[in-house]
């Protein structure tokens, strides 16, 4: 098979498709303890993340595409680990005598794939590297169809299926949830969390958020993500601002008219804060006044 690249274009591809990604509401009953169980693995997966620096989520949703999250299965392709796999690819773990453990089966998977080797681990890098673990058959042969592989649930998919080794049927239907539409998910929950470049980052963690995105802004080249920004505002009613990717004192304003909150580093935000402690202190020393015999 003719290998992908990952270029900037697709980049930007894996980007739209994600950030426009709806979960179909007639599947996300099924997709919720899909979604719980990958949390609730998190410390398993973790020790694969420990010795081969492969993001735990990751192994959890090629865990739930591959072996239904079930743990006496290779992460191979869902064979039983009492034996070496049998379907592609077969053979494996190629050392060491079954039983397997998950774990031992797991790391021969990854390995396998050469995802021990990867760095890219932002959203484009992630559905890339998915993709490629199922193949790029869909991409490369049928392009009018999504890969459910990674879109299998959402507002992205249809139908359209390899129902058999080469074969290709136009009104075949994927029963099983995507794993972007995994992700998605598992990010509209918190159970992970990326920041401003795409990259996944630990919940709660320095990187997951003490920054805002967006902060105020008036001189200099366009803020990352403050055209969307005023377009947002602009859909609200009675919002007016203009479009320009600088976010100052009109975009701020209307912040604050939306949230009540002005944006990080407009000098409002910070003459706010010192009114609040005051009004705060003088309710203080009122309340301590009242209290006095």
Not at 78 to 83: I, K, M, R, S, Y
Not at 132 to 149: A, C, I, T
Request: contains cysteine.
């Amino acid at each position: 098979m003719a290998r992908v690249r990952l270029t900037d274009r697709l980049r930007t591809e894996y980007e739209q498709l994600f950030n426009t990604c709806d979960i179909r509401s007639d599947r996300a009953q099924e997709v919720e303890p899909l979604v719980g169980k990958l949390g609730a693995k998190r410390r398993r997966y973790a020790r694969l993340e420990t010795a081969l620096g492969i993001p735990w989520f990751f192994v959890g949703v090629v865990h739930c595409m591959e072996s239904s999250l079930n743990f006496s299965r290779h992460l191979h392709n869902g064979d039983p680990l009492t034996a070496r796999t049998v379907q592609v690819p077969a053979g494996r773990p190629p050392t060491g005598d079954p039983p397997f453990t998950w774990e031992e089966s797991a790391a021969d998977a990854l390995i396998l794939q050469k995802l021990d080797q990867w760095n890219d681990w932002s959203v484009p890098g992630l559905l890339y590297k998915l993709e490629e673990y199922n193949g790029f058959g869909y991409r490369l042969r049928h392009p009018e169809v999504l890969s459910p592989y990674l879109w299998s649930y959402s507002n992205h998919y249809t139908s359209g299926k390899y129902v058999g080794d080469g074969t290709f049927s136009p009104t075949g239907v994927s029963r099983q949830c995507g794993a972007a539409v995994l992700l998605r998910r598992m990010a509209e929950t918190g159970i992970i969390r990326f920041d401003s470049t795409g990259v996944a980052v630990a919940p709660g963690g320095a990187a997951a958020g003490a920054e805002p995105l967006i902060t105020y802004w008036t001189k200099g080249p366009e803020m990352p993500g403050a055209r969307e920004l005023q377009d947002f505002l602009n859909r609200l009613p009675g919002i007016f601002v203009k479009v320009d990717g600088k976010p100052g004192q009109r975009t701020s304003s209307a912040l604050k008219r939306a949230t009540g909150h002005y944006l990080v580093g407009d000098p409002r935000a910070e003459d706010s804060r010192r009114g609040d402690r005051s009004r705060t202190m003088r309710g203080r020393n009122v309340l301590a006044k009242g209290g006095q015999k």
